[in-house]
């Protein structure tokens, strides 16, 4: 574990001192450490949000993993709240970050948990005690996507960010570099949403001039349910290149995905 996370942790000990609002749950050489952060929001201080930060050992070098857990709020909301947590620690330099997390969630959240809590008490009116909306379960099918970049200068860079989105965001991911660099996910439909705002709007190429740009010309080729036939077929993040149209189309075959390729195929050879 390094001095810095030690120590950052340390000073979050100090700052938030009010019993059960900050603590460490978890030390270790081997895993890191797992720290919890409470905050209370909604009319009335009725809602409580509970924030999980794992610092692995070779923190600050990689984001920390961030779960969320409330007594009133429903998945969907506690996943959106994790979303936004996750799109700001990607926004920021890779160094101590933790603090600066807890702060965001301290001004993010009394509004957030205000507003949610008026929903929640508005849908238990109405509902009672239903599963969830047709919108919720469609946000938790998983679904694939096929997203087309403008360009990657900068490879090794562009790349690593790619990879860390895929895993913060739990998604399978094969990127295939070529004529037209093309990314395949496989996930959860809010979690592919995530991974394109954040291509859309955090810096992760170089322009021609070599200054750092975002991928604004990124175009959403497909987006439909997940079929289970490329369940072993796609997993993890892969890197893959390709030189012809005939090999391009191949990968699509051997991911089970030719009929989503012949709907591309259009854009891909024009």
């Given at each position: 574990?390094s001095?810095a996370?030690?120590?950052?942790?340390s000073?979050?000990?100090?700052?938030?001192?009010?019993?059960?609002?900050f603590?460490?749950?978890?030390?270790?050489?081997?895993?890191?450490?797992?720290?919890?952060?409470?905050?209370?929001?909604?009319?009335?201080?009725?809602?409580?949000?509970?924030?999980?930060f794992?610092?692995?050992?070779?923190?600050?070098?990689?984001?920390?993993?961030?779960?969320?857990?409330s007594?009133g709020?429903?998945?969907?909301?506690?996943?959106?709240?994790?979303?936004?947590?996750?799109?700001?620690?990607?926004?920021?330099?890779?160094?101590?970050?933790?603090?600066?997390?807890?702060?965001?969630?301290?001004?993010?959240?009394?509004?957030?948990?205000?507003?949610?809590?008026?929903?929640?008490?508005?849908?238990?009116?109405?509902?009672?005690?239903?599963?969830?909306?047709?919108?919720?379960?469609?946000?938790?099918?998983?679904?694939?996507?096929v997203?087309?970049?403008?360009?990657?200068?900068?490879?090794?860079?562009?790349?690593?960010?790619?990879?860390?989105?895929?895993?913060?965001?739990?998604l399978?991911?094969?990127?295939?570099?070529?004529?037209?660099?093309?990314?395949?996910?496989?996930?959860e439909?809010p979690?592919?949403?995530?991974?394109?705002?954040r291509?859309?709007?955090?810096?992760?190429?170089?322009?021609?001039?070599?200054k750092?740009?975002?991928?604004?010309?990124?175009k959403v080729?497909?987006?439909?349910?997940y079929?289970?036939?490329?369940?072993?077929?796609?997993?993890?993040?892969?890197?893959?290149?390709?030189?012809?149209l005939?090999?391009?189309?191949?990968v699509?075959?051997?991911?089970?995905?030719?009929?989503?390729?012949?709907?591309?195929l259009?854009?891909?050879?024009?």
């Open positions: 574990m001095d996370a030690i120590e950052e942790v000073v979050l000990s100090s700052i938030y001192c009010r019993d059960g609002e603590q460490i749950v978890q030390q270790s050489a081997q895993d890191g450490l797992v720290v919890q952060f409470n905050c209370t929001g909604g009319r009335g201080g009725k809602l409580n949000v509970s924030a999980v794992h610092l692995e050992p070779s923190y600050p070098s990689c984001p920390p993993h961030i779960s969320i857990s007594t709020l429903s998945k969907i909301q506690c996943h959106n709240i994790r979303q936004k947590l996750m799109a700001r620690a990607a926004e920021l330099p890779l160094e101590p970050m933790l603090l600066q997390l807890v702060e965001y969630l301290q001004r993010w959240c009394p509004d957030v948990l205000w507003s949610q809590q008026e929903c929640v008490e508005q849908t238990e009116d109405q509902t009672g005690e239903q599963d969830g909306t047709g919108e919720e379960k469609d946000n938790q099918q998983e679904w694939t996507a997203l087309l970049l403008d360009h990657i200068r900068s490879q090794n860079r562009y790349i690593r960010l790619l990879e860390r989105w895929s895993q913060q965001l739990q399978t991911c094969r990127l295939l570099l070529g004529h037209n660099p093309l990314i395949i996910l496989l996930g439909r979690n592919i949403k995530e991974f394109c705002h291509l859309r709007t955090v810096k992760v190429d170089v322009d021609s001039s070599g750092k740009c975002k991928e604004r010309m990124m080729l497909a987006e439909t349910p079929s289970s036939l490329c369940q072993h077929s796609l997993q993890g993040f892969v890197v893959k290149d390709y030189k012809s005939s090999e391009l189309t191949a699509f075959e051997e991911l089970n995905l030719a009929e989503l390729y012949q709907q591309m259009p854009t891909l050879s024009g």
